[in-house]
């Protein structure tokens, strides 16, 4: 009776885990008894026992929830761990000279990185470099990744019980004549995060399926919320795909999969760019997306295709003489092929501190344009100071003083995005269900 009793708690404990017809319990009391001073101790230390079955059920099981990390999610900044208070930005600080104002609107500290999230409000002709962040000691906390379209940035972690830093910007003026470059101070006030600011999670973990270096989906990580689940996994190229695979810090919105449950019915989902990692460019990107709960398991992700990225390269040559005067113009008439599309560099113009190339074409697509750059072996092997927002008709390319004379080889390249049809496929099932 008293082995029945513990054996049924033991398989409550890990049921989540465990098939309703796999009985463990021989397998591990055969494996206790095999050394009877050891089964000595564990009698007279029954918690001993439960701590040690319940690991091993869940290692066999291959489903361990995370132990001993007490995580958190918050939307816009990502996974958190709470195992250390969360320290924000008691207020916003905003700053102003010189005709710039810096606001920091929010802070958001945990033991593994430092968010912060600033604006400037500047005025024409103005520019800001990435802000820094200090501790009191003067310690420069490194700047981790990232900036957003909110200019939001990551550093390493600010130390517990540190409540106090300072945020530095180095500001300055383009136009000949401003001021000289200043820089701003904002010292920042961090306190203990009001409760419930992070949603609680637990970290599920996903055991490998040895499919890891093949192409397609694959997942990494479940975070599971109260009422949620955030899927965050990769796809990656295993190396068959035509050519590169082409992706951007934005790919998980790019390549949306389309998601089933049990039933083969739609799955609503919300992209979540803060879960996930950075891309590897080339070779993988990933993705992070939330389901909410309940959802019939279990759940099928597919993505139907992907897009391979082809580098497309060409060479122009022509000579300006070493003396070329503003709004001289050269007639070329010369073709330009690059890939499936293809243009002509009609004329170019000298500007004094660069070139503008007019060009026609009747079979470069809309809203496509080529990129150039102009080889200098006095400066680089290429000189791109400055190339203006440009249409198919007209590239003005500013270069740094004296521009390249002579006679000067202009580089261009454009890629092609093609199409590699699918589908790429997985499939998760929740470990507290059957199949």
């Known amino acids: 009776m008293k082995n029945n009793r513990m054996k049924g708690a033991l398989e409550n404990i890990a049921h989540r885990g465990v098939p309703e017809n796999r009985n463990l319990w021989p397998e591990i009391e055969s494996r206790l008894k095999t050394r009877s001073s050891f089964m000595q101790t564990l009698r007279a230390r029954p918690v001993m026992v439960i701590t040690i079955v319940v690991l091993a059920l869940l290692l066999l099981t291959g489903v361990v929830y995370a132990i001993g990390k007490s995580l958190g999610y918050i939307p816009g900044i990502g996974v958190v761990d709470q195992s250390v208070p969360i320290r924000v930005l008691a207020e916003p600080v905003t700053v102003e000279q010189q005709g710039i104002s810096v606001t920091v609107s929010k802070v958001v500290a945990d033991s593994t990185r430092t968010f912060m999230s600033y604006s400037v409000d500047a005025i024409p002709g103005s520019y800001c470099k990435i802000p820094e962040m200090y501790l009191p000691d003067g310690t420069n906390l490194e700047q981790?990744?990232?900036?957003?379209?909110?200019?939001?940035?990551?550093?390493?972690?600010?130390?517990?019980?540190?409540?106090?830093?300072?945020?530095?910007?180095?500001?300055?003026?383009?136009?000949?004549?401003?001021?000289?470059?200043f820089?701003?101070?904002?010292?920042?006030?961090?306190?203990?995060?009001?409760?419930?600011?992070?949603?609680?999670?637990?970290?599920?973990?996903?055991?490998?399926?040895?499919?890891?270096?093949?192409?397609?989906?694959?997942?990494?990580?479940?975070?599971?919320?109260?009422?949620?689940?955030?899927?965050?996994?990769?796809?990656?190229?295993?190396?068959?795909?035509?050519?590169?695979?082409?992706?951007?810090?934005?790919?998980?919105?790019?390549?949306?999969?389309?998601?089933?449950?049990?039933?083969?019915?739609?799955?609503?989902?919300?992209?979540?760019?803060?879960?996930?990692?950075?891309?590897?460019?080339?070779?993988?990107?990933?993705?992070?997306?939330?389901?909410?709960?309940?959802?019939?398991?279990?759940?099928?992700?597919?993505?139907?295709?992907?897009?391979?990225r082809k580098h497309n390269t060409a060479q122009i040559q022509f000579d300006t003489g070493d003396h070329p005067q503003v709004g001289q113009e050269w007639n070329l008439n010369l073709p330009v092929k690059l890939g499936a599309s293809d243009f002509v560099v009609d004329s170019v113009t000298f500007l004094g501190n660069g070139y503008t190339f007019n060009l026609s074409s009747e079979n470069l697509p809309e809203g496509v344009e080529p990129n150039i750059d102009i080889v200098d072996s006095s400066l680089s092997p290429y000189l791109f100071d400055n190339i203006s927002p440009t249409t198919i008709s007209a590239i003005t390319i500013t270069t740094k003083s004296p521009p390249p004379t002579g006679n000067l080889t202009v580089n261009w390249w454009l890629d092609e995005f093609i199409p590699q049809p699918g589908p790429w496929s997985l499939v998760w099932t929740p470990p507290n269900t059957n199949p």
Not at 155 to 173: H, R
Request: proline residues 10%.
């Open 144 to 181: 981790t990744c990232c900036s957003g379209p909110q200019s939001e940035y990551y550093y390493s972690p600010i130390p517990n019980g540190t409540n106090n830093v300072t945020v530095a910007l180095f500001c300055g003026f383009f136009e000949e004549g401003g001021p000289e470059s």
């Open 183 to 308: 820089s701003f101070r904002l010292p920042l006030n961090l306190v203990p995060a009001p409760a419930g600011y992070a949603t609680p999670a637990v970290e599920i973990a996903v055991t490998a399926d040895g499919s890891e270096n093949k192409t397609g989906l694959h997942l990494e990580k479940v975070i599971e919320l109260a009422d949620s689940y955030i899927l965050i996994g990769k796809f990656t190229d295993g190396g068959d795909l035509s050519g590169p695979l082409s992706m951007s810090t934005e790919s998980d919105t790019e390549y949306l999969p389309h998601i089933e449950d049990a039933n083969g019915k739609p799955v609503s989902f919300k992209v979540r760019e803060d879960a996930r990692p950075d891309p590897d460019w080339d070779v993988a990107y990933y993705w992070a997306y939330e389901i909410p709960k309940p959802v019939a398991t279990p759940l099928k992700i597919t993505v139907d295709r992907v897009n391979i």
